[in-house]
């Protein structure tokens, strides 16, 4: 099972872009990587999936090194909407084998 | 508008009532889950369903009891309840489990929040 570590909470401002780094040590071959974005009291919303160099779709890119050991959402420019919890999960999205775990997530707060 | 659906959105219950929570999804897909999720914690998985049958019970306790009649329709039947159980309930679906293909996403419901008394 494919542990995944964020940070607890970041902080930035409107307008700025937003790296939010994921460690992911013992990922494992077949592993992809996939970050949801949760607004209070409401369900995940998938963000971003890759599995390997970066990826980039409408809201915004994932960067993944060589080693896949580590992954980086980043956000353009964000705004006050942004404010949300984002959560890193890896594994062959397979459940059957308890592959696939929500952690605590990343508190992202977006001031004005 | 995710797809999934989930009523009700807010439940107020005794410890001796029973009652059940909806979720409905209109995606096409064959597998669907239960997550609980706490204040101030990770989302937890209960159960997960795959083309109608049960294939994960995370340890979950009797008082949930799961229904799965058909690819679309997922119910939570819940009772003698506790108030640690209160949390918001979320409902996912994804094209199923096992399909062998990797990278698979879940599209989640609203959630019904869930407040035992």
């Known amino acids: 099972l494919a542990k995944t570590t964020q940070p607890i909470s970041m902080d930035s401002y409107e307008g700025q872009e937003v790296n939010i780094t994921c460690s992911h040590n013992?990922?494992?071959?077949?592993?992809?990587i996939t970050w949801y974005q949760q607004f209070p009291s409401q369900g995940p919303r998938f963000i971003i999936q890759?599995?390997?160099t970066k990826v980039t779709n409408e809201v915004a890119s994932l960067f993944i090194p060589a080693d896949r050991k580590s992954s980086t959402l980043s956000l353009p420019r964000v705004s006050l909407s942004d404010t949300a919890v984002y959560y890193c999960l890896v594994g062959d999205m397979q459940f059957r084998n308890n592959d696939m775990r929500f952690g605590a997530g990343t508190r992202l707060t977006v001031k004005p | 508008e995710t797809g999934v659906t989930q009523t009700p959105r807010h439940l107020v219950m005794g410890m001796t009532n029973k009652k059940s929570l909806k979720c409905e999804q209109h995606l096409g897909h064959n597998a669907m889950y239960w997550y609980k999720q706490s204040a101030k914690k990770p989302l937890e998985l209960m159960f997960v369903?795959?083309?109608?049958?049960?294939?994960e019970n995370n340890s979950v306790p009797s008082r949930f009891s799961p229904e799965c009649p058909n690819s679309s329709h997922l119910f939570l039947h819940l009772h003698t309840l506790q108030p640690e159980d209160s949390a918001l309930y979320l409902c996912?679906?994804?094209?199923?489990?096992?399909?062998?293909?990797?990278?698979?996403?879940?599209?989640f419901g609203p959630g019904t929040r869930l407040l035992v008394l």
């Open positions: 013992n990922i494992a071959t077949n592993d992809y």
């Open positions: 890759g599995y390997k």
């Open positions: 996912a679906s994804s094209q199923d489990t096992a399909s062998g293909r990797a990278g698979e996403t879940q599209y």
């Open positions: 369903y795959n083309f109608k049958e049960q294939t």
